[in-house]
T-cell receptor, first 118, second 110 residues
Framework: EAGVAQSPRYKIIEKRQSVAFWCNPISGHATLYWYQQILGQGPKLLIQFQNNGVVDDSQLPKDRFSAERLKGVDSTLKIQPAKLEDSAVYLC????????????????FGPGTRLTVL | SQQGEEDPQALSIQEGENATMNCSYKTSINNLQWYRQNSGRGLVHLILIRSNEREKHSGRLRVTLDTSKKSSSLLITASRAADTASYFCATGSGNTPLVFGKGTRLSVIA
């Protein structure tokens, strides 16, 4: 079974530039998550999708971050414009969860995209 | 905000020894999960324990949960160099997203 795919693996940009990350979840997984992981910390949820609808985006800095999952499969996360504090690893995860008790479901993570903002 | 808080932040042991990591949390949960993250990789799910369970085993892993103390522990027995990684607890409560702690960095020295 193929895992969660993410690209690119690494990205270096200057502040105020734009960047986009792509994620393809495990086939059949209804729920998709984007996390931000700053060095030395645990993952922080940015946005959760159920199929192509947003379930939770309370911690997404909406003035600069946006995400979409148009066909309920793959997803993109964009930052525009980037700030120095956006330097982090951006992790995508997916789970089978299709009901409301999604916290019970095992999440499968991709390898992440390491973003450096100079 | 991060609910789970792992202790210790870092742990270094010899191969063959047991490693114990603890997780404390603040609000009520209905499940707690442990994940492992190898350097430069994504997280891998290890085990889930529900709030009505006190202990769970999976291979060399043993997880306990004490809801009265709002704490959990992860024990890795007979550790191997390949167990070197960061370990995170994540707390769940129904239809709210999982909240991850800051992790424990485990180093197993061969």
């Amino acid at each position: 079974e193929a895992g969660v795919a993410q690209s690119p693996r690494y990205k270096i940009i200057e502040k105020r530039q734009s960047v986009a990350f792509w994620c393809n979840p495990i086939s059949g997984h209804a729920t998709l998550y984007w996390y931000q992981q700053i060095l030395g910390q645990g993952p922080k949820l940015l946005i959760q999708f159920q199929n192509n609808g947003v379930v939770d985006d309370s911690q997404l800095p909406k003035d600069r971050f946006s995400a979409e999952r148009l066909k309920g499969v793959d997803s993109t996360l964009k930052i525009q414009p980037a700030k120095l504090e956006d330097s982090a690893v951006y992790l995508c995860a997916s789970s089978l969860a299709s009901g409301r008790a999604w916290s019970y479901n095992e999440q499968f993570f991709g390898p992440g995209t390491r973003l450096t903002v100079l | 905000s991060q609910q789970g808080e792992e202790d210790p932040q870092a742990l270094s042991i010899q191969e063959g020894e047991n490693a114990t990591m603890n997780c404390s949390y603040k609000t009520s949960i209905n499940n707690l999960q442990w994940y492992r993250q190898n350097s430069g990789r994504g997280l891998v799910h290890l085990i889930l324990i529900r709030s009505n369970e006190r202990e769970k085993h999976s291979g060399r892993l043993r997880v306990t949960l004490d809801t009265s103390k709002k704490s959990s522990s992860l024990l890795i027995t007979a550790s191997r160099a390949a167990d070197t990684a960061s370990y995170f607890c994540a707390t769940g409560s129904g239809n709210t997203p999982l909240v991850f702690g800051k992790g424990t960095r485990l180093s197993v020295i061969a």
